[in-house]
């Protein structure tokens, strides 16, 4: 599904929140915010903080995939689409830095 707009953030973070049975208070408690909030973002309420909503996501097991910019922003000379997995970012910078030590 795709997510361009609050509007239809919320509308996913409503759809996930109902399919798990949980009630826009339990979500809230869950979340350590508000049922008021939880109900504003599901409407799309456009200045919801960004780690909350982040949170919510997270919370719902809903996950966030960015891809590069729309057809008509790109390059003329780039026919390929181009996709940011931010899972495999997050681990590579989670693994240990090795020090190789002096002369290795």
Known sequence: MWARTPAEIGKIIRAARLRRKLSQAALARLLGTTQAWISEVEKGKDTAQIGLVLRALTQLDIRLR????SEELKPAKSSRAQHVDLDSIIERLSRP???AGPGK
């Open 97 to 99: 830095v090795r020090n």
């Open 66 to 69: 960015a891809d590069g910019p």
